[in-house]
């Protein structure tokens, strides 16, 4: 009887899990696959980028420390807080995602949201390069496979996108430089922050809502730090903080805050292999989003770049690597 009530209640308890999970997933999915196009329309090319990046960390840390108020793990957390842990664990990855964030913010604004989409997903190659490098963690022969494939659609990409026209700039160089590259380092960034992260959940036992803050207010002081002498610090000084804010502006930074949120719930939750579905379904969402906003079908490279990369990311999370069992 006791069997039969204890399995109950764990049916019950993964059936509540998997709601979570869908919900997260869904959630995710339609921020990831819209915050481009959000950005393009609601953030104005004279708004600093650096002003944008900090208030989406700000929120950060106001969403995390209400969500971790409201689970009750937030007095624990104050009450075991150390400035060398919180360094260790958070330090790095923080000032990282700073300098990716801001990357991230300039790319948006100079190239097409589908390829920045598509472009995006090669985080995924150096994700698989740094966990390796840092937790050893190996790859499958499918996996292997998948990021060549991937690697293949990025080149499509850059080729096709070198030669449009359609950004406001008749100056394919611009397009390259501004749009292309800082997406690309962006990339390369994320692979080592994730990396980084997974080393300090897996070691540190650092909880998703306590990395967020910890990050976000890190993030911050790097960011803050870098407007000393950076042009968008003069920008700051001279124009103020909100200079080319608009009501509208707001939208996508906290979207883009939730967002940031989400993505520790769905990998808390889920694992890896549903955020890779959620991601390719963000590559559906935001194809779909810009031919009915925009009006602009996609490119053909992108036709020819967007299978590939659906395909890709999902061998690289059907197949993962299982090592072999030694004979005895």
Same mark, same amino acid.
């Given at each position: 009887?006791?069997?039969?009530?204890?399995?109950?209640?764990?049916?019950?308890?993964?059936?509540?899990?998997?709601?979570?999970?869908?919900?997260?997933?869904?959630? &995710?999915?339609?921020?990831?696959?819209?915050?481009?196009?959000?950005?393009?329309?609601?953030?104005?090319?004279?708004?600093?980028?650096?002003?944008?990046? #900090?208030?989406?960390?700000?929120?950060?840390?106001?969403?995390?420390?209400?969500?971790?108020?409201?689970?009750?793990?937030?007095?624990?957390?104050?009450?075991?807080?150390?400035?060398?842990?919180?360094?260790?664990?958070?330090?790095?990855?923080?000032?990282?995602?700073?300098?990716?964030?801001?990357? &991230?913010?300039?790319?948006?604004?100079?190239?097409?949201?589908?390829?920045?989409?598509?472009?995006?997903?090669?985080? #995924?190659?150096?994700?698989?390069?740094?966990?390796?490098?840092?937790?050893?963690?190996?790859?499958?022969?499918?996996?292997?496979?998948?990021?060549?494939? #991937?690697?293949?659609?990025?080149?499509?990409?850059?080729?096709?996108?070198?030669?449009?026209?359609?950004?406001?700039?008749?100056?394919?160089?611009?397009?390259?430089?501004?749009?292309?590259?800082?997406?690309?380092?962006?990339?390369?960034?994320?692979?080592?922050?994730?990396?980084?992260?997974?080393?300090?959940?897996?070691?540190?036992?650092?909880?998703?809502?306590?990395?967020?803050?910890?990050?976000?207010?890190?993030?911050?002081?790097?960011?803050?730090?870098?407007?000393?002498?950076?042009?968008?610090?003069?920008?700051?000084?001279?124009?103020?903080?909100?200079?080319?804010?608009?009501?509208?502006?707001?939208?996508?930074?906290?979207?883009?805050?939730?967002?940031?949120?989400?993505?520790?719930?769905?990998?808390?939750?889920?694992?890896?292999?549903?955020?890779?579905?959620?991601?390719?379904?963000?590559?559906?969402?935001?194809?779909?989003?810009?031919?009915?906003?925009?009006?602009?079908?996609?490119?053909?490279?992108?036709?020819?770049?967007?299978?590939?990369?659906?395909?890709?990311?999902?061998?690289?999370?059907?197949?993962?690597?299982?090592?072999?069992?030694?004979?005895?």
């Amino acid at each position: 009887m006791a069997s039969i009530k204890s399995k109950a209640i764990s049916s019950n308890n993964h059936s509540g899990d998997n709601s979570k999970v869908w919900f997260y997933s869904l959630l &995710l999915t339609i921020q990831y696959g819209a915050q481009p196009l959000l950005t393009k329309r609601c953030i104005r090319q004279e708004v600093i980028v650096t002003s944008n990046v #900090l208030a989406c960390e700000i929120i950060k840390v106001i969403c995390g420390l209400v969500l971790m108020a409201k689970d009750g793990s937030l007095n624990k957390a104050l009450k075991e807080w150390t400035l060398i842990g919180s360094l260790s664990a958070s330090g790095l990855p923080a000032a990282i995602y700073a300098v990716q964030n801001s990357l &991230l913010q300039i790319s948006y604004k100079n190239l097409d949201s589908l390829t920045f989409s598509m472009l995006n997903q090669t985080k #995924l190659i150096f994700t698989a390069l740094f966990t390796y490098i840092i937790l050893r963690q190996r790859q499958s022969i499918q996996q292997i496979g998948a990021l060549f494939i #991937l690697i293949l659609a990025a080149v499509l990409l850059s080729i096709g996108e070198g030669s449009r026209k359609d950004y406001g700039s008749d100056d394919p160089d611009k397009v390259v430089l501004y749009g292309i590259i800082p997406v690309l380092i962006a990339s390369v960034l994320s692979g080592l922050a994730s990396a980084l992260c997974q080393w300090a959940s897996q070691v540190k036992k650092h909880s998703a809502y306590l990395m967020t803050v910890e990050m976000s207010l890190v993030g911050s002081l790097c960011l803050l730090a870098s407007t000393y002498k950076s042009p968008d610090g003069e920008a700051m000084r001279q124009h103020g903080f909100f200079h080319g804010w608009t009501p509208l502006t707001m939208i996508p930074v906290f979207i883009n805050a939730v967002g940031g949120i989400l993505v520790g719930l769905v990998t808390s939750y889920a694992g890896g292999v549903r955020k890779g579905f959620v991601i390719v379904s963000a590559l559906c969402v935001t194809a779909l989003l810009q031919f009915v906003f925009d009006g602009k079908p996609p490119s053909l490279f992108c036709l020819l770049a967007l299978p590939l990369v659906m395909v890709s990311i999902s061998i690289y999370q059907k197949y993962p690597y299982h090592a072999k069992k030694k004979e005895t």
